[in-house]
């Protein structure tokens, strides 16, 4: 039944101001997330099977009284918001009413069907929870912070009657039956995974277990001299963030279309139209690199880089480029990227300076002068010619994109760019002199969540870590990756060095300071000051 409309429906359930019907924006949602998930990640049936519950759950929460009321009220027809719609009324308070995902979750912790583990086993469950919970960001409190999904209900009882706590109950069953229809009825399938993931109804004597229930953490990460710890905590937050990712994306993408539209994609059943777009790229960086590779000096060096591109090419995940300075890992690394039929490349940097060296240095004639190099820090934002601005739309759309970790830090530890975890599992990265990262607090973690995260995409992970100091405790022990997948270019520098220490007095300038004192030439001076 086509129950999309311009004006809404007294009784019907909204999911958002495009008056979309709710159980057809769940249904939705969920399909696209798990289809997002399966052209990610392969061979993960039971993590995408999970994706498409989250999906269908996610706005279960909107069917409280209060949002309907809000959604469908004529002045709200327009309203956009950058996370996600929630109750804007002035008089109206978080303070003292959960949000619509908090609902959620704590429906799905009365829902969940305990008798069939073998459908989602208690971790996967969890990670369900936390994409419900955490698909939107978490409101900032006054008062006493929701921590258990006892609380959620608490707030919850204390604005609703209690024959509207039973309608809500009984509804939340309702319209998750009208998601497995939709499901059984667009696959063609006699049974929905769905409906074996949660019970036929809630039983209220359930209600007193709340309180004792934590609801879900963002990441947990606790302070151990275990290593084995972190990679545990490390793998499972890159899989709740790549499912976190696929039904944000997926609801951001439903949520764009009219009730007519999304109405007309499911009957038709069109959803995988809206799938395609975001995960496939095209572009002519590939010519770009043959341009620039023909551009240098044939010879035993240039031999030996090709040699090593090829080795990380050929490797059946993430690759590691050792080499020291000025041996080529530039050229490497884009011969590797033109190897394995790069569209884009992301080049993470450490530090603004290596940026701003790189984006220089890739826009000269001899490398990528026809292509579009894009540097994106917190500074600056050009794009080809330094000092030219990059406008909002087209960030983090060049060829080859120069940019610093706490940018693609942003796809994992915020919501509101969660989507770019997408594009980031999607394309050719170089993460350039990764070694810095290594005694770095949290970003050590948050550099091994984002690997994590690529090493699920298996021989597509497409990830070059470039250094020439690598650390191969952190890289085996820490991040997984065998030392064979290490491969070394070696120097042809045959100069001899000749060092010097001295120990001075840095309150003087004069000839004892050897930065004042005027040296020989051929000389280096290097200080720590």
Not at 43 to 59: E, I, K, M, S, Y
Not at 163 to 168: P, R, S, T, W
Request: glycine share 4%; hydrophobic share 35%.
């Amino acid at each position: 039944m086509n129950t999309s409309s311009t004006k809404p429906i007294y009784g019907f359930m909204y999911a958002n101001t495009h008056l979309q019907s709710l159980s057809e924006h769940l249904f939705a949602v969920g399909y696209v997330a798990e289809q997002l998930h399966k052209k990610l990640i392969f061979n993960r049936t039971t993590q995408a099977n999970a994706t498409f519950v989250a999906g269908c759950l996610h706005d279960i929460g909107k069917i409280d009284p209060h949002f309907q009321s809000w959604v469908t009220n004529p002045k709200k027809q327009n309203f956009v918001a950058e996370d996600g719609q929630h109750i804007d009324d002035g008089k109206f308070s978080f303070d003292k009413h959960p949000r619509h995902n908090e609902i959620s979750a704590m429906l799905y912790q009365l829902l969940d069907n305990k008798t069939l583990k073998s459908v989602l086993n208690n971790d996967i469950k969890a990670s369900v929870k936390h994409v419900v919970f955490w698909h939107h960001a978490k409101p900032l409190r006054k008062g006493k912070d929701i921590e258990t999904y006892g609380d959620v209900y608490s707030k919850l009882s204390d604005n609703l009657k209690p024959e509207q706590i039973k309608e809500l109950f009984e509804k939340s069953c309702k319209y998750l039956d009208q998601v497995c229809s939709i499901d059984k009825k667009y696959r063609e399938i006699d049974s929905s995974k769905l409906g074996l993931c949660f019970a036929a109804a809630i039983d209220t004597d359930d209600v007193s277990t709340l309180s004792d229930t934590k609801l879900p953490k963002y990441k947990t990460y606790k302070a151990t001299d275990n290593i084995d710890k972190y990679k545990s905590d490390i793998s499972l937050n890159a899989h709740n963030n790549i499912m976190r990712s696929c039904v944000i994306t997926a609801d951001r993408l439903i949520s764009a279309l009219s009730a007519d539209e999304l109405h007309t994609h499911i009957k038709n059943k069109t959803l995988q139209q809206l799938v395609e777009p975001v995960l496939y790229k095209e572009s002519t960086l590939t010519a770009h690199i043959e341009q620039c590779l023909t551009s240098f000096p044939a010879g035993e060096r240039s031999t030996k880089q090709s040699e090593v591109a090829h080795q990380l090419a050929e490797l059946p995940n993430i690759a590691v480029l050792a080499g020291a300075a000025g041996c080529g890992k530039t050229k490497i690394a884009l011969e590797w990227a033109k190897l394995k039929n790069a569209q884009q490349i992301i080049w993470v940097c450490p530090r603004v300076q290596v940026c701003q060296g790189l984006f220089l240095e890739l826009i000269t004639d001899q490398y990528l002068p026809n292509a579009n190099i894009e540097i994106n820090t917190g500074e600056y934002k050009f794009t080809n010619q330094w000092g030219q601005s990059t406008v909002e739309q087209q960030l983090f759309q060049g060829d080859v994109v120069i940019t610093t970790i706490d940018q693609i830090f942003s796809a994992i530890i915020s919501h509101t760019k969660a989507d770019a975890l997408i594009d980031f599992l999607n394309v050719h990265i170089v993460f350039d002199e990764f070694h810095e990262y290594v005694n770095m607090p949290a970003f050590n973690i948050l550099f091994a969540e984002l690997i994590a995260c690529k090493k699920q995409r298996e021989h597509l992970a497409n990830t070059l870590l470039v250094s020439a100091t690598p650390h191969y405790y952190f890289i085996e022990e820490f991040l997984g990756i065998d030392r064979d997948d290490i491969v070394v270019m070696p120097s042809f520098n045959q100069s001899l060095y000749q060092l010097n220490f001295q120990t001075f007095d840095e309150t003087k300038q004069d000839e004892s300071n050897p930065l004042y004192k005027k040296q020989a030439d051929k000389t280096f001076v290097i200080s720590n000051t």
